[in-house]
């Protein structure tokens, strides 16, 4: 009677303890399962929303470029049509003023909500700096506006202008085309790109001008012009007319009130005259834009350059140059925003507003 009593309960326990590693495992799946059911939820969410927000850039990218190709551009940068119902098509051939109309968007790269979820930024590539045709001084100041040892200025810049120039004349420290041929380089030529600057020997090494693409960002190639002092961010102005960063600083701000047609204006919102060549003067948009685009949950950004073609014989008014895409940079996560002030935008004030 006792080993059946016994048999019972071992029989009993192991039943038991069964049982607890059935609801132990049972209890340990159901955790991998809500795991594994609410990672699968937030990776559908987070698709859903960029998805969304890629059609919201594309929307917004449709709009710009509506407004770019309609309308025409002021001191102060892009104007817009208020009403959609009685708009008006910008007629290339109509005496217009050049001074500003209000509500303008400006073209200094600055932050606005487009459609949606979706920012853009608009910037004018005659306020960058043209690198295949500036002075040696200037590049040299960039140069260190960006952080590069003053010790290898001299020895930069005398590569990239051997680089970009059409003879063999080798500079003090320069290096020319067989001086590239000797290493497998590609033979040394204007630039296509900012990018091809790695190209050019000992630039690739000076990691402050990669990070957050900050040379890119700042430099043009194709418009023969001075950066424009209403567009140009503080760095190109700094660079370009040899001003300090309080005088470039005092300029930005002063433009958001009033943007500059006259070197006078310029003198009395920096305290001193502008360092130019009053032919070189510039104060008026260009043709060739950089439109970059983003949505609120993006951790990438792209970047459109848009040329406007509006007496373009048998062609859109506009050519879409080259599109690129990489990581969201900082320097667009800063607030504040801008609202564009155009039934084009509307749908989506009220949302973003609240």
């Known amino acids: ?3 059946s009593t016994h048999a019972t309960i071992g029989k009993n326990g192991f039943i038991l303890l069964a049982t607890l590693w059935m609801l132990a495992m049972l209890s340990i799946a159901a955790s991998f399962f809500a795991l ?5 939820v ?7 929303a960029n998805i969304q927000g890629e059609i919201d ?11 770019l190709s309609s309308q025409r551009f002021t001191i102060a940068g892009l104007t817009i049509p208020e009403d959609l119902e009685h708009r008006k098509i910008y007629d290339p051939d109509e005496e217009v003023t050049i001074l500003p109309v209000g509500k303008e968007i400006a073209l ?3 932050p606005y909500f487009g459609h949606g979820k979706a920012f853009f930024a608009i910037q004018d590539e005659g306020g ?10 200037t590049i040299s100041r960039f140069l260190g506006l960006l952080g590069v040892d003053a010790n290898l200025h001299g020895s930069l810049t005398a590569k990239l202008k051997d680089y970009i120039d059409m003879d063999d004349l080798h500079r003090i420290n320069g290096a020319e085309s067989y001086h590239y041929k000797k290493r497998g380089l590609p033979r040394n030529n204007y630039l296509y790109h900012q990018m091809e600057l790695q190209q050019v020997l000992d630039w690739k090494e000076q990691s402050t001008l990669w990070k957050n693409h900050k040379l890119k960002q700042l430099t043009q190639l194709w418009l023969p012009v001075r950066p424009n002092v209403n567009t140009a961010p503080a760095l190109v102005l700094q660079a370009a007319y040899q001003m300090s960063a309080e005088s470039a600083a005092r ?21 001193e005259p502008l360092n130019v060549d009053p032919f070189e003067e510039n104060y008026f948009p260009s043709t060739i834009l950089r439109l970059t685009l983003w949505h609120e949950k993006a951790q990438r950004m792209r970047q459109v350059f848009v040329q406007l073609t509006p007496s373009a014989d048998k062609k859109k008014p506009w050519q879409v140059e080259f599109r690129l895409e990489f990581d969201l940079l900082p320097i667009y996560r800063k607030k504040p925003y801008y609202h564009v002030q ?5 749908s989506t004030l009220s949302a973003k507003a609240e």
């Open 1 to 3: 009677m006792k080993e």
């Open 251 to 271: 300029i930005i701000a002063a433009r958001k009130i009033q943007p500059f047609y006259t070197s006078r204006m310029v003198r009395e919102a920096m305290g």
């Open 36 to 40: 594994w059911t609410e990672r699968a």
């Open 108 to 110: 200094d790269d600055r």
């Open 57 to 67: 850039m594309i929307s917004t990218e449709a709009n710009i470029i509506y407004i």
């Open 342 to 346: 155009t039934p084009l935008f509307n």
């Open 128 to 137: 960058l700096l043209n690198i295949n045709i500036e002075t040696e001084v």
């Open 42 to 48: 937030n990776i559908a969410q987070s698709r859903q």
